[in-house]
T-cell receptor, first 110, second 113 residues
Framework: NAGVTQTPKFQVLKTGQSMTLQCAQD?????MSWYRQDPGMGLRLIHYSVGAGITDQGEVPNGYNVSRSTTEDFPLRLLSAAPSQTSVYFCASRQGGEQFFGPGTRLTVL | SQKIEQNSEALNIQEGKTATLTCNYTNYSPAYLQWYRQDPGRGPVFLLL?????KEKRKERLKVTFDTTLKQSLFHITASQPADSATYLCALPPTSGTYKYIFGTGTRLKVLA
């Protein structure tokens, strides 16, 4: 099992650009989520999904969209990047109480 | 709303000593609490889950306690090694009717050789 994979590893965007962060898991987990991690803030939930076709907002959803067309994939879309979205983004899937995190995407918005 | 607090200051200890990290929470009575390890540039990795009816849980050199009266969990690493240097996060499960986990900001541990 590859676990949870994320691409790209690093990305630099200009303000106003859009992009999609990819996330995939091969463990057949129903629950997936996206977090951002900023210094001193801890992990903050952006969006989550409890199964294919079902998504909901987390703590900090503004400026981000998600979709879940398959169990495996959960992409995160930045609609119009802003410097405040500079962060490290983690995708996670969950089985029972344990969350499995991807390696992260470090995003810089200039 | 529920809050979770970890000591944000780094903890430096000598190799071989026991490291003790603290996680406090408020406005919540969780059914369980989790601890994760995060290395620089990597995602968190699940370590232990302790349930509200468990006072203590062990896994190799790791020991976690859970005091629901104090609303506190302690995370111990015995016989610490430089390889234990990392940031350790505690996490609370979702409250009833939600799916949102809450993570602490983490405590950075450095084990000195």
């Amino acid at each position: 099992n590859a676990g949870v994979t994320q691409t790209p590893k690093f990305q630099v965007l200009k303000t106003g650009q859009s992009m999609t962060l990819q996330c995939a898991q091969d463990m057949n987990h129903e629950y997936m989520s996206w977090y951002r991690q900023d210094p001193g803030m801890g992990l903050r939930l952006i969006h989550y999904s409890v199964g294919a076709g079902i998504t909901d907002q987390g703590e900090v959803p503004n400026g981000y969209n998600v979709s879940r067309s398959t169990t495996e994939d959960f992409p995160l879309r930045l609609l119009s990047a802003a410097p405040s979205q500079t962060s490290v983004y983690f995708c996670a899937s969950r089985q029972g109480g344990e969350q499995f995190f991807g390696p992260g995407t470090r995003l810089t918005v200039l | 709303s529920q809050k979770i607090e970890q000591n944000s200051e780094a903890l430096n200890i000598q190799e071989g000593k026991t490291a003790t990290l603290t996680c406090n929470y408020t406005n919540y009575s969780p059914a369980y609490l989790q601890w994760y390890r995060q290395d620089p540039g990597r995602g968190p990795v699940f370590l232990l889950l302790i349930r509200e009816n468990e006072k203590e849980k062990r896994k190799e050199r790791l020991k976690v306690t859970f005091d629901t009266t104090l609303k506190q969990s302690l995370f111990h690493i015995t016989a610490s090694q430089p390889a234990d240097s990392a940031t350790y996060l505690c996490a609370l499960p979702p409250t009833s009717g939600t799916y949102k986990y809450i993570f602490g900001t983490g405590t950075r541990l450095k084990v000195l050789a």
